[in-house]
């Protein structure tokens, strides 16, 4: 069964470094989205794409953030400066679109800032 | 904005069954998932309603009243591995199809 694929499962950086979390959605899904998780609390939104731009973007997804689908497979999310408080699990998901829309997640990337 | 509520913990008997609400506030609606997040795992798609009534899969069902701004996801006969939370979201119409989460219902099922 296709998945949504992400890499690292798990990145420490220094606060203040630049990081990219890479994901590689389902191969036949138009929309890209990139959602967050602090632990112990609720997922939330970042940002979404469809045919090359950016379609919405959440409060959080400030000037720090930026994404990127640099090939026909990968999409990528930016952190220029990491903060503390970027601290999470970072959920790439990908849809085909259409009626239901069902959005399919990788299993995440857990950032640790320090 | 949305405003989308669950419990934050339930628990049940193996083999028992189980129904977990979920209340929201929307300044539109365009469709209500459930997800499964087993412990540092992805959420997982469980089940999808856009149109009142109840939609059966398996175990699982979910149901939809849009006028109250509630749903509900049943699951019957539980198994041990059902233990994980259950995540309500909300898609409206102001979002390019993205969605709005609940905190989470985390489910412990006992023997």
């Known amino acids: 069964e296709p998945e949504v694929t992400q890499t690292p499962s798990h990145q420490v950086t220094q606060m203040g470094q630049e990081v990219i979390l890479r994901c590689v959605p389902i191969s036949n899904h138009l929309y890209f989205y990139w959602y967050r998780q602090i632990l112990g609390q609720k997922v939330e939104f970042l940002v979404s794409?469809?045919?090359?731009?950016?379609?919405?973007k959440s409060e959080i997804f400030d000037d720090q953030f930026s994404v990127e689908r640099p090939d026909g497979s990968n999409f990528t999310l930016k952190i220029r400066s990491t903060k503390l408080e970027d601290s999470a699990m970072y959920f790439c998901a990908s849809s085909v679109g259409g009626g239901k829309n069902i959005q399919y997640f990788g299993a995440g990337t857990r950032l640790s800032v320090l | 904005g949305q405003n989308i509520d669950q419990p934050t913990e339930m628990t049940a008997t193996e083999g028992a069954i189980v129904q977990i609400n979920c209340t929201y506030q929307t300044s539109g609606f365009n469709g209500l998932f459930w997800y499964q997040q087993h412990a540092g795992e992805a959420p997982t798609f469980l089940s999808y309603?856009?149109?009142?009534g109840l939609e059966e899969k398996g175990r699982f069902s979910s149901f939809l009243s849009r006028s109250k701004g509630y749903s509900y996801l049943l699951l019957k006969e539980l198994q041990m591995k059902d233990s994980a939370s259950y995540l309500c979201a909300v898609r409206d119409l102001t979002g390019a199809n993205n969605l709005f989460f609940g905190t989470g219902t985390r489910l412990t099922v006992i023997p």
């Open positions: 309603n856009v149109l009142d």
């Open positions: 794409f469809y045919n090359n731009e950016i379609s919405e």
